[in-house]
């Protein structure tokens, strides 16, 4: 791993060599977040946006492993992970009174979830590392990236998931072959007893914001945002061979911060390699029920000085009470000029089939906050008519049909005839 410089403390910035600490800061424990850093000279020398114009795009995340902290020669899931669409949304945006609004929908991932580009990473770390066994707490979606990721390798995964979590997501876990422990507590107590169980048991530990490596996974996103804007029709190829074309503001749903670190990440990592000319303002959304990070926003708090709130909201995956990647999550928004906004669990609902019916993408509620979040922005306004905005759909609307199922009217049964549906359709 040449091109990895090593691993930066989030909270004192010391800088430790790669095989000098598995996971944090020791000398801040398990809130010493690392950031992973590059030579982003000598990895600019052997690869650019020439070579990716011509690279297959079937290998999803993998067609930028030069920028990602493996080694080129270790092997890699044989899963497609990432490369998912970004769609243009020109209803949404006209609903709104905006003029460019895309959608980038990753709940086509293999497990449905943003989650598997950060599993996949963890996949092939815990084999760089020799382990036999990888662990993870999580909402449900982390959980079943790394049981299917884990599963298509071959390695055994252990989960750790909140006894009420979505049952979809704990099928895919079971189904997986993962060893299923379901916490009698929250998200949160599963993520202090993974810490515990994984040091007893010598397991490779996938959790999030404590792992250096999962950011890595979700700044992906990021890179796929870039190239497929400058792919979009009206840009030229030339443009595309020495320059991407970067979004105006990004709108991610945040529980634990992962996911908007990993963007801000990739969007840095762009803007290092010149590959991009400006950063996009990145908005962070988070359910009124669970909304830590944009109270630390509002107040001007660093994510040390955070403590545990109680979360409880619909959109389970964003429940969070203290967000264990807070350090990235707020540098994301502060340094790019964004915001943090809360939507309440109606909105999230509401935005559900707003979406689905205006581009076809079905979300689970977190995944709709962040539409959720646009519309508050746009009421707020915070947004210019003319910006150029993604929104990133993070997991599919078949993780959580009970809440999908609350914001549609139970459809009529008929009787076999054409008088009953004459009837019903209002024509009889
Ligand atoms: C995990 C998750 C999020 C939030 O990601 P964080 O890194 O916890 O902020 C959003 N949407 C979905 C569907 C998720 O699974
Ligand atoms: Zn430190």
């Known amino acids: 791993m040449d091109h990895v410089l090593g691993l930066k403390c989030t ?166 072959g993962a060893r299923v422990l379901l916490v009698d507590g929250t998200y949160d107590d599963a993520f202090e007893l993974t810490l515990k169980v994984a040091k007893e048991f010598g397991w490779y530990n996938r959790n999030t914001a404590y792992n250096p490596y999962m950011s890595e996974g979700k700044k992906t996103a990021a890179y796929e945002i870039c190239e497929q804007l400058t792919l979009t029709p009206g840009h030229s190829a030339y443009q595309s061979e020495r320059r991407w074309t970067v979004p105006d503001r990004v709108f991610v749903p945040v529980g634990d911060g992962c996911i908007i670190g990993g963007i801000h990440k990739g969007f840095r990592d762009l803007l290092a390699l010149g590959w991009i000319d400006a950063m996009p303002k990145i908005m962070g959304i988070q359910a009124e029920g669970s909304s830590a990070l944009v109270d630390a926003w509002e107040r001007g708090l660093q994510g040390w ?82 910006e150029r905005i993604v929104v990133l759909l993070t997991g599919s609307g078949l993780k959580d049909i009970d809440s999908a199922m609350k914001t549609v009217a139970q459809p009529p049964i008929v009787a076999p005839n054409l008088g009953a549906v004459r009837a019903v359709m209002g024509n009889g």
């Not at 036999?132 to 999580?138: H, Y």
Request: negative net charge.
């Open 11 to 176: 909270i004192c910035g010391a800088e430790y060599a790669v095989d000098e600490v598995s996971y944090v800061c020791p000398k801040h424990g398990d809130d010493g977040i690392l950031d992973v850093v590059y030579d982003y000279a000598a990895i600019k020398a052997n690869f650019s946006p020439m070579q990716l114009a011509h690279s297959p795009t079937d290998t999803g995340i993998w067609r930028y492993k030069p920028l990602l902290p493996v080694a080129p020669d270790s092997p890699v899931p044989p899963l497609r992970v990432g490369w998912t669409p970004l769609y243009t949304a020109p209803r949404l945006a006209e609903s709104l009174g905006l003029k460019n609004v895309w959608v980038k929908d990753d709940g086509i991932n293999p497990t449905a979830s943003f989650k598997d580009r950060a599993s996949a990473l963890a996949v092939v770390k815990a084999r760089e590392a020799g382990a036999q066994i990888v662990t993870t707490a999580s909402t449900g979606n982390a959980a079943a990236a790394l049981a299917g990721l884990a599963a298509s390798v071959g390695l055994q995964a252990v989960i750790f998931v909140p006894k009420t979590a979505p049952p979809a997501k704990i099928a895919q876990h079971l189904i997986y």
């Open 305 to 386: 000085e955070m403590t545990p709130q109680p979360a409880d909201t619909i959109a389970d995956s964003i429940s969070a009470g203290l967000p264990r990647d807070r350090n990235k999550a707020l540098a994301a928004v502060r340094e790019t000029g964004g915001a943090y906004l809360r939507v309440s669990d109606q909105e999230i609902l509401d935005a559900i089939p707003v979406i689905a019916r205006n581009t076809g993408v079905f979300s689970e509620p977190a995944a709709a906050a962040a539409y959720a979040g646009l519309v508050k922005a746009v009421e707020k306004g915070l947004v210019d008519p003319e």
